[in-house]
């Protein structure tokens, strides 16, 4: 097809097309990010109700709430976007950030999950080039930030998006595209027990949980993608920017030092960070 020689011979194109559809997929970002905790929550609540007979059942009548419907609207009004309005990030600025019909403002989020999708992409197509690589770096990257946009909302990582991402890292690497089949197992394997055997030993210590169970299946989906090896400098990097964002919020914005910090997004960020530049990184945890 002639598009797809005109990208593979042109990697200033390929950067150009991957950012647009990054734009677009951005979009779509913004809406699992938002409404996949809400049907999260629908269904344990049916589930409690079911065995829990006291409590009453969610009425069915109403509409569920899913990926696709019901039609994106304004979260203060009710009013339905419209089609013009809802183009990925100038649909925002067009708008200048509110809401066309009552005027409150429009999150920022918005167009933030979509300019952050769109360079990664392009990122990503700079640093592989036309290719599965390329393919699984785009799926990588874009999952990573609709986990990160989660979990600093809701202090939460999804199965439904953790368990598939371990899964796949698995399944590419059965033929190395990322790291050796051995490798991916045991990164796997030990991402999840290393986070695990920190998170029992903090509970035995103090009585408290220092982590999530998430933030253990994240890692272990990580070491399944980049191996045993990547392991220490992504659990190096994840710890130190979080230490720094932690103490920045205690220091600058009187945060409660017991108020706890999702640190998901910076073991996607440090995963991210593997993906694009994961030679440099290892030839630094390994001189």
Not at 158 to 187: K, R
Request: hydrophobic share 55%; with cysteine.
């Amino acid at each position: 097809m002639p598009l797809i020689e005109a990208l593979r011979a042109s990697p200033a194109l390929l950067v150009g097309g991957v950012a647009v559809l990054g734009l677009l997929i951005g979009s779509f970002l913004n809406v699992v990010s938002l409404r996949l905790p809400r049907m999260m929550e629908a269904d344990w609540r049916k589930q409690a109700a079911q065995i829990l007979e006291e409590l009453p059942l969610p009425d069915p009548a109403a509409r569920p709430v899913t990926l696709y419907s019901p039609r994106s609207c304004c979260p203060s009004c009710g009013a339905a976007i419209r089609p013009w309005h809802n183009i990925p990030l100038f649909g925002w600025l067009w708008l200048r950030g509110r809401c066309a019909d009552c005027g409150k403002p429009i999150s920022v989020q918005y167009p933030l999950l979509e300019l952050a999708a769109a360079v990664l992409a392009a990122a990503c197509a700079w640093r592989f080039g036309w290719g599965l690589q390329l393919a699984a770096a785009l799926g990588l990257s874009w999952t990573l930030l609709v986990l990160t946009a989660i979990d600093f909302r809701e202090q939460l990582l999804p199965d439904s998006i953790t368990l598939p991402l371990l899964w796949t890292g698995l399944v590419l690497n059965a033929f190395g595209l990322f790291a050796g089949p051995s490798a991916s197992i045991a990164g796997a394997a030990l991402g999840y027990l290393g986070l695990r055997g920190v998170y029992e030993l903090f509970k035995l210590a103090t009585g408290k949980e220092g982590m999530g169970h998430g933030d253990f299946k994240l890692l272990a989906a990580l070491g399944a993608w980049f191996g045993a090896g990547a392991l220490p400098m992504i659990i190096l990097l994840s710890s130190l920017v979080g230490s720094v964002v932690g103490l920045s919020l205690i220091l600058l914005r009187g945060r409660d030092r017991n108020q706890p910090i999702s640190f998901g997004p910076y073991l996607a960020g440090a995963g991210w960070l593997m993906l694009i530049w994961g030679d440099v990184l290892r030839r630094l945890a390994y001189p």
